[in-house]
């Protein structure tokens, strides 16, 4: 293992166990202490065997698309021993308490949860044999387990684990770090591929997201806020939403100015969303001014043209004497590059029911995060956190959007003004142009090659937001993003300016725009250098070894990268000649702890570009829970990544955004997706996520396909009509 991932060896393991409702076995299990470098490292997991042998297993991460609801349950039932069609998953409620860190960000589940959630059913497995053993008058170790049944080797008794449960909840349980986990070769589950567990209500249209949620005497609400974010309102009329059929109520919501929680605004209650709907665009509401209406795109890509020519404000890391390198380089190139805000654009519109009552509120939420949340809504109706109740309710997507909780908080103050239970449901306009935006940015670079075609130095002058020292979120740049530390010449600076829009993190954050334009500058190295693109990135990479600090989520290792590169090239055919105006394109780029490399093939005829299919490999360690899952989950991030570089930018004039929706911030059509074969590379390191790192590359090889099929260098998204 390259030491990639910090896990304390030292954390403490702790299970309890009860009796069920109706009874048999429940066990809740947690595990305590420093987990991943970040600090982010409490588990727990919840099982229920009922004395039919139904097995329960409650997933505590919210679903949203990623496949963890049928994942995580997996690593459970693997050590458990459990026929997987025996096993009824359920969504757990928010309750750090009880199950620990709940978030669905960052691709961290798999990382923090698999060796956990594996020691669950193992301790559970050991509890029933023990239970077995003690009935049978024999020791533990000469008996073993078959799926859902406990079977001793000698007299081929076998006793079923729901006749088990209810003298294995009585039971003290072993501590869970003694027991010896299964060998990965004997496992039956794990690996395996499993369909979605949801796969039945999805595909026939059943309640199951946010959106569908009903609770008695709910009604429907929807919320007007300003166009030029945090604006308050100077003016409004509510008397003409009032005499709209079916509404029950509007209100001024006075609001506050953090852009996460809830900001001032109308609401309209009514009997019907539609009828809600009817009664906003009734109303005619005066906006105040507000600082950020002076804010526009012209204006930002202005300042960064500024802030390019001037000294950087500060500098974030400098490796050697970039300077002197390229004094003394052959060649050196230069290229800018720049890429728009986009929208997280999920297919489900922000949503939320809440009901107040009492002094308490029960909220059920599609959220990422439910404890920001959570914290976000007591300080708005000034409770106790403790007085919340948060149902996690499937979402419709999320992207990183639905880590940021203003609709929950919006739904929550909804309901305490309206006095009864509110579904808050956003229309699309609201969801395009009340984001959390991947922010825009600039990058001026500056290389050095030597008379052989090696890296001599690498400079950026990376433009963006923030003030000071501070990043606006979700637009710094990591100072050890690759080349650093393979070249010895290396130096990153960075210029701000203020921003008004709310910026979040939008999958692979920050590195779904610096994969496009670090592989695609290398693709122009390459190019300058003349040799083949992957050859030039083998020649980078350099030897096998690790780049940074052993246990930190920034080190890189040269091999893992190199060992994805070779099996994308294999894979693809690369190197075989291709038919005039069609070319292959390469990008490779580590982030979330994965490695992946990305092949694209495409055609232009006459300024029509056609993807004709997408090669990626992708390392993140030595297992994959579901195979199924994380096909997926590549195919899905390469198509949003392509869809988002095709087409998506997000503009503003006067402090507001000008798009309202998927007609002018379109998705990736059916027709413009292209096939997308995926291959893993196992590896001797721990299994990591997969929801984000093949994003970063797609963008640089689809850029790089373009530029071998038509000589055309993309340095700019979306690339749009770049090519007519």
């Not at 559970?124 to 073993?144: M, N, S, Y």
């Not at 196992?682 to 963008?699: F, I, K, M, Q, V």
């Amino acid at each position: 293992m390259d030491g990639e991932m910090l896990r304390d060896p030292n954390r403490r393991l702790f299970l309890q166990t009860g009796a069920a409702l109706g009874g048999g076995l429940m066990m809740s299990f947690s595990l305590s202490g420093v987990g991943h470098a970040g600090g982010e490292g409490q588990l727990s997991a919840y099982v229920r065997i009922a004395p039919d042998g139904g097995v329960t297993i409650v997933s505590k991460v919210p679903e949203v698309g990623q496949g963890i609801k049928t994942s995580l349950p997996m690593l459970i039932a693997e050590e458990l021993d459990v026929e997987w069609s025996a096993v009824t998953v359920e969504q757990a409620i928010a309750d750090t308490k009880v199950f620990g860190r709940q978030v669905a960000g960052g691709s961290m589940a798999t990382t923090l949860e698999y060796d956990g959630l594996r020691r669950v059913g193992a301790t559970g497995r050991a509890l029933l044999i023990a239970a077995a053993a003690a009935g049978w008058g024999v020791a533990a170790e000469t008996c073993a387990t078959e799926p859902g049944f406990v079977v001793h080797g000698e007299t081929k008794r076998r006793l079923a684990y729901g006749e088990l449960a209810q003298a294995a909840a009585a039971l003290t349980p072993p501590d869970p770090k003694s027991l010896t986990l299964k060998d990965p070769k004997t496992f039956r589950i794990i690996g395996k591929r499993q369909q979605s567990r949801d796969i039945d209500a999805i595909t026939t249209g059943q309640p199951l997201y946010g959106i569908d949620v009903r609770v008695p005497g709910m009604l429907y609400a929807t919320f007007a806020k300003a166009p030029t974010f945090g604006a308050k309102v100077a003016s409004v009329d509510l008397a003409t939403a009032k005499a709209v059929a079916g509404v029950k109520g509007a209100f001024v919501v006075e609001g506050g100015t953090n852009l996460q929680s809830i900001l001032p605004g109308v609401a309209v209650v009514a009997e019907s969303w539609w009828a809600a709907r009817k009664g906003r665009n009734a109303l005619e509401i005066q906006w105040a001014d507000h600082p950020t209406g002076a804010q526009s795109s012209a204006g930002f890509a202005a300042k960064a043209a500024e802030l390019a020519e001037a000294p950087p404000h500060r500098t974030l890391r400098a490796d050697g004497d970039v300077d002197a390198a390229f004094k003394g380089a052959a060649k050196v190139v230069t290229a800018a590059y720049d890429y728009p805000f986009i929208a997280h654009a999920s297919l489900e519109p922000q949503n939320c029911t809440a009901s107040f009552k009492d002094g308490k509120v029960e909220i059920w939420a599609p959220t990422q995060n439910p404890e920001s949340g959570r914290k976000l809504v007591a300080a708005a109706l000034g409770i106790a956190e403790a007085d919340i109740v948060i149902h996690l309710v499937r979402g419709g997507g999320g992207f990183g959007r639905r880590l940021m909780n203003d609709y929950m908080v919006e739904a929550a103050v909804i309901s305490k003004l309206a006095g009864a239970p509110v579904k808050l449901v956003w229309t699309r306009e609201d969801d395009t142009q009340h984001d959390f935006y991947r922010p825009g940015g600039w990058h001026n670079l500056t290389a050095g090659l030597d008379a052989k075609g090696d890296l001599l130095g690498w400079r950026d002058h990376f433009v963006t937001f923030g003030a000071g020292e501070q990043f606006a979120t979700a637009a710094g740049m990591n100072a050890t993003q690759f080349p650093c530390r393979a070249v010895a010449n290396y130096k990153l600076d960075v210029s701000v300016m203020p921003l008004g829009a709310p910026t979040g993190f939008l999958r692979a954050p920050a590195n779904n725009a610096f994969g496009f334009v670090i592989q695609s500058f290398t693709d122009e190295l390459a190019v300058a250098s003349k040799q083949d693109p992957i050859a030039f990135r083998r020649k980078l990479l350099g030897e096998p070894r690790l780049l940074g600090e052993a246990g930190q989520g920034d080190s890189f290792h040269t091999g893992r990268m190199r060992g994805v590169l070779d099996l994308v090239a294999e894979k693809s055919g690369w190197g075989r000649k291709t038919p005039k105006g069609t070319g292959l394109g390469v990008a490779c780029h580590y982030s979330h702890l994965g490695y992946v490399a990305v092949v694209m093939e495409v055609s232009v005829t006459n300024g029509a570009l056609k993807i004709h299919k997408v090669w990626a490999v992708a390392d993140v360690g030595s297992q994959i829970v579901n195979p199924s899952g994380a096909e997926q989950q590549v195919q899905g991030s390469i198509l949003d990544a392509i869809g988002a570089a095709l087409h998506q930018v997000i503009t503003f004039e006067n402090g507001a955004t000008t798009q309202s929706g998927f007609a002018d911030h379109p998705l990736l059509r059916m027709a413009e997706a292209p096939p997308v074969e995926v291959h893993f590379k196992l590896s001797d390191n721990r299994p990591t996520g997969l929801g984000e790192p093949a994003y970063p590359p797609a963008p640089a090889a689809l850029c790089n396909a373009i530029f071998a099929a038509t000589g055309k260098r993309i340095r700019s998204l979306p690339i749009g009509d770049q090519l007519a």
